[in-house]
Structures are given as C-alpha cells and as structure tokens.
C-alpha cells in the first residue's frame, strides 16, 4: 500500500512540475498564479501546498529537477565517451534530446536566465551552475591533453563560443520556431564547422 501511495504522490510531484514548467514558459514566473497551475493538473491548492509551501519553493524544487534531467543527459551523451571530440558531440545530442524530450523543462530553463527572480532563486541557480562550467572547462583540458586544443588556447572564450552556439540553436528552435536547427544534418555541420575551425587533427600534428 505504502508503494502505491508513494507512486501516486510521486505522479502528483510529476504532474504539477510539467504543468508548471508549461505555464512558466508560456507565459513568465510573475504572471502564472498557484491557482492557474492546480487548475492546469486537476488538483486543489491545499494538495499542491502540501508539496511546495509557495511559488518560490515551487520554483526551486522544478530547478533541482531539471538539473537531474541534465545530468542524465550528461552522463548518457558526455561523460560516457573517452574521445573528446565525442565528448563534444555529444554536447550537441544531448541538448538535442533536452530541447525535444522536455521542451517545456527547457524553456523554464532559459528563462532562470533571462528573467528577474529571488534572490534565493538565483542563488541556487549559480550553485548548480557552477559545477557544470566546471565540468565542461575539465572536457576542454582533457581536449588539450589529447592534442585537439593549442596548449595555449584561451579556454574560456573556446567555451563561451561553444556555449554561445548551443543556445543560438536553441533560441532558433524555441523563438524562430525552426525545426532544422536540430536536425541531424544541421548538428553535422556544427560538429564539422568546430572540428574545422575551433580544433586541431592531432594526427597531422603529430
């Protein structure tokens, strides 16, 4: 009994987290009300405010959430290659399953960073932020110690420029509504226009 209950309540957390992430997307953080989200899954406020006290909580309990989901993509695109230019690869599939398996996950995403929230909002932003720049400046040596990157490159303006790509196909598929923007023939170009451009062929190098 305990199981199913928990699965239930789970379903509920789940149910309120996609609709929420619907309505932030559609239509901004100020202007979605606790009301309009119960009525987008069904359920009473008192149900909702047993899971989440108020918005801001609300909030930083879906951010915590979506940060599981790119992790997961992470680790499933990213972190299971050896290769870095597979690593780098997988940057631009993995933010090709994001985009299109949790759109609205995505789009609530985005706008944490293009729009004013708390300051406790913001605050959790940056802590789970931080690790992942982290992260990608770690792919980025390990590319340079495999011979892909100048030992002298500047790697936070190599990241900057990957990072800036990423989000420019992302903003053509959300704001311009172009569906090639992650097309598997556009995302080649992308990895051959880096390959060509921002790496070097370690074996003519050598």
């Not at 989000?167 to 023939?185: C, I, P, T, Y």
Request: aromatic letters at 14%.
């Amino acid at each position: 009994m305990n199981n199913l209950s928990n699965a239930k309540s789970e379903d509920t957390r789940n149910r309120i987290f996609q609709a929420a992430a619907e309505l932030f997307a559609n239509y901004g953080f100020e202007r979605v009300s606790i009301r309009q989200i119960c009525e987008a899954v069904g359920v009473q406020k008192p149900t909702l405010y047993y899971y989440f006290k108020d918005k801001e909580t609300l909030i930083l309990e879906m951010i915590r959430f979506t940060q599981q989901i790119v992790q997961t993509v992470r680790k499933d695109y990213v972190d299971c290659k050896t290769d870095f230019l597979e690593k780098i690869r997988g940057l631009l599939y993995g933010r090709k399953y994001f985009v299109e398996t949790y759109p609205h996950f995505f789009r609530f995403y985005a706008m944490l960073h293009l729009f004013s929230t708390t300051e406790k909002v913001r605050a959790e932003m940056i802590t789970l932020m931080l690790p992942l720049l982290d992260e990608f400046g770690a792919i980025l040596v390990q590319g340079q110690e495999q011979g892909y990157i100048a030992p002298d490159e500047d790697l936070e303006m190599l990241m900057q420029t990957i990072l800036g790509t990423l989000n420019g196909l992302s903003m053509r598929k959300f704001v311009f509504q172009e569906e090639a923007a992650f097309s598997d023939e556009n995302l080649q170009r992308v990895f051959d226009f880096w390959q060509k451009h921002l790496f070097l062929n370690p074996k003519k190098r050598g």
